[in-house]
T-cell receptor, first 112, second 114 residues
Framework: DQQVKQNSPSLSVQEGRISILNCDYTNSMFDYFLWYKKYPAEGPTFLISISSIKDKNEDGRFTVFLNKSAKHLSLHIVPSQPGDSAVYFCAATSTGANNLFFGTGTRLTVIP | EAGVAQSPRYKIIEKRQSVAFWCNPISGHATLYWYQQILGQGPKLLIQFQNNGVVDDSQLPKDRFSAERLKGVDSTLKIQPAKLEDSAVYLC????????????FGSGTRLTVV
């Protein structure tokens, strides 16, 4: 049972434009959400997170939006750069839980 | 700060053989995780240690998988005997406490079972 879903396996955008990566979840107990970035042959690296008490969190070019009623979050990258090309994983957890539940990932390609 | 070290990077074995993976977490990180990432899927937790004790191993296929973290530092994950469906990347991660917030992953071990 996939509790965190990323329905777009891949996304291509032009350099300088906005990249929007989407994530949906089914478990209403999730109250903390994270985005990880993964380059080939490397482990995932933490990118940005958001608590369910917020609906937006911004860090430089990266912004995560959370819509609790829709059980949906998105990661915006503006402006996109070729170095952003990677696989992005959405993850979720709940207070007191032991682990993260990951989506299947979206491969972002930023075209120079 | 040195990252999470894992070895080997790659391993190819035949089904029914045994294999072991090693992980050295970031110094001072009490919590260690092993995740399995099958191609096209997100990482899935296999086992979580807090120091040298097991916190959660509910998703570990205990008939063939075992893990230990002696002295609360390094950890090994073993598969015996391996099946074709065990082909995956095995990721180790560590964190200071039990919080899941942004813990650090190693580069992983890619296992191919043929």
């Amino acid at each position: 049972d996939q509790q965190v879903k990323q329905n777009s396996p891949s996304l291509s955008v032009q350099e300088g434009r906005i990249s929007i990566l989407n994530c949906d979840y089914t478990n209403s107990m999730f109250d903390y959400f994270l985005w990880y970035k993964k380059y080939p042959a490397e482990g995932p690296t933490f990118l940005i997170s958001i608590s369910s008490i917020k609906d937006k969190n911004e860090d430089g070019r990266f912004t995560v939006f959370l819509n609790k009623s829709a059980k949906h979050l998105s990661l915006h990258i503006v402006p996109s750069q070729p170095g952003d090309s990677a696989v992005y994983f959405c993850a979720a957890t709940s207070t007191g839980a032991n682990n993260l539940f990951f989506g299947t990932g979206t491969r972002l390609t930023v075209i120079p | 700060e040195a990252g999470v070290a894992q070895s080997p990077r790659y391993k190819i074995i035949e089904k029914r053989q045994s294999v072991a993976f090693w992980c050295n977490p970031i110094s001072g990180h009490a919590t260690l995780y092993w995740y399995q990432q099958i191609l096209g899927q997100g990482p899935k937790l296999l086992i979580q240690f807090q120091n040298n004790g097991v916190v959660d191993d509910s998703q570990l296929p205990k008939d063939r998988f075992s893990a230990e973290r002696l002295k609360g530092v390094d950890s090994t994950l073993k598969i015996q005997p391996a099946k074709l469906e065990d082909s995956a990347v095995y990721l180790c991660a560590s964190s200071v406490g039990t919080s899941n917030y942004g813990y650090t992953f190693g580069s992983g071990t890619r296992l191919t079972v043929v």
